[in-house]
């Protein structure tokens, strides 16, 4: 199969931890519920081609999200692979951490948002509620030793409200990290940014005492600036990128939000830049082709369509 020419360019990082979000965010937004033990293999697949990291599913109200209902299934057809690949799960509420402690989880992500609309339609809250509710999740997770990310949505672009403030990105982050969050991860949820809000935002969240080494970033590709944005986030120093393998997801709570960046186009560009992933290409292609089947319909993403068909 053909892989990139290599050509390492200046101001990068040697390594990116890819956090994989296909099984959850990709799933989330499937018409049909794909069976539990197909998302099993999807979890099996993305591991022995060397994803490190992989959100897994939800603990999020069924009524809401009932393509993710059989997370405690999902999680105990896994177990433990033996290699202690971690595996967080979105977890709202006071519930949803019950549920995930019962399974056996190690590590969670609350996802905030940086809009009052956005909060109200994905979370049934208003913008500062969104805090009372997140803060005693995020202590008990604490307490219990989990390791625990924070989302913050709609942070280049609202569907209902339009532009959104660098600043006001910047707030809701800050307020969450003092939650006592271990990592932020800044969400282009209808991928509508472009690079120089990228620069704002980070230098916003750099200026307001957040650790670069701790920032993620998490954009989808609705308007083609996926990999232009994730290459500015870079060059600033980010080194954590949430991708999705196939390019699957969306929100089911803003219908403008199509795939996230593909995980195979992310590989493509950080490999041909040198930069190591700890992924195998060629499995990961062949992961996103058999999910592609499951599915029914062609990968979103280029690099599996180019591959795919010409190897
Ligand atoms: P609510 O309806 O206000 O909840 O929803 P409630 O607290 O009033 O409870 C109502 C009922 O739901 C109760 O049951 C609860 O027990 C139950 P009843 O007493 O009526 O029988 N319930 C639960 N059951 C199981 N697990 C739970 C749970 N919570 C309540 N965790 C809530 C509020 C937050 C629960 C709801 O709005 C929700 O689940 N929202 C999640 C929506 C979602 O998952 N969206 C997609 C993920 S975010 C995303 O994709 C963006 C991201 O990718 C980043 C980006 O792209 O920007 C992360
Ligand atoms: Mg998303």
Redesign the pocket.
């Known amino acids: 199969m053909r892989s990139p020419q290599v050509q390492p360019a200046e101001g990068l990082p040697s390594r990116v931890r890819i956090y994989e979000?296909g099984v959850r965010?990709g799933l989330?937004n499937e018409k049909s519920i794909v069976p539990v033990d197909v998302k099993a293999e999807f979890v099996r697949r993305l591991e022995s081609a060397g994803v490190e990291t992989i959100e897994t599913t939800?603990?999020?109200?069924?009524?809401?999200?009932p393509q993710l209902a059989d997370a405690a299934d999902l999680l105990a057809d896994l177990g433990d692979s033996g290699r202690a690949p971690q595996r967080p799960v979105?977890?709202?509420?006071a519930?949803?951490l019950d549920?995930a402690l019962e399974a056996g989880v190690s590590s969670i992500?609350i996802?905030g948002s940086a809009t009052e609309t956005f909060a109200a339609k994905?979370?049934?809250?208003t913008l500062d509620g969104q805090f009372d509710?997140f803060g005693p999740v995020v202590d008990r997770a604490k307490a219990e030793g989990l390791w625990v990310r924070c989302?913050v949505?709609?942070c280049f672009g609202d569907p209902w409200e339009g532009d959104v403030a660098a600043e006001q990105v910047v707030a809701v982050s800050r307020r969450l990290m003092d939650l006592g969050c271990d990592e932020l991860?800044i969400?282009?949820?209808i991928g509508v940014g472009t690079p120089g809000q990228m620069e704002a935002v980070l230098d916003g969240l750099v200026a307001a005492g957040i650790d670069l080494s701790s920032i993620a970033v998490?954009v989808?590709d609705t308007y083609g600036q996926a990999l232009a944005n994730t290459l500015t986030a870079l060059r600033k120093g980010v080194s954590i990128v949430d991708s999705s393998a196939g390019g699957l997801g969306g929100?089911?709570?803003a219908k403008s939000?199509t795939g996230n960046l593909a995980t195979e186009d992310l590989v493509w560009m950080l490999h041909g830049l040198g930069i190591e992933t700890g992924i195998d290409l060629e499995k990961l292609v062949a992961t996103s082709m058999w999910m592609a089947e499951q599915l029914g319909r062609p990968s979103a993403s280029a690099v599996v369509r180019a591959l795919g068909a010409r190897g």
Do not use: E, I, K
């Not at 979105?90 to 509420?93: A, E, G, Q, Y």
């Not at 994905?122 to 809250?125: K, P, R």
């Open positions: 979000v965010d989330q939800s603990f999020v109200s069924p009524r809401w999200v979105l977890v709202p509420n519930r949803g549920r992500a996802f994905n979370l049934n809250s509710m989302y949505s709609m991860s969400g282009d949820t998490h989808h929100c089911p709570y939000a």
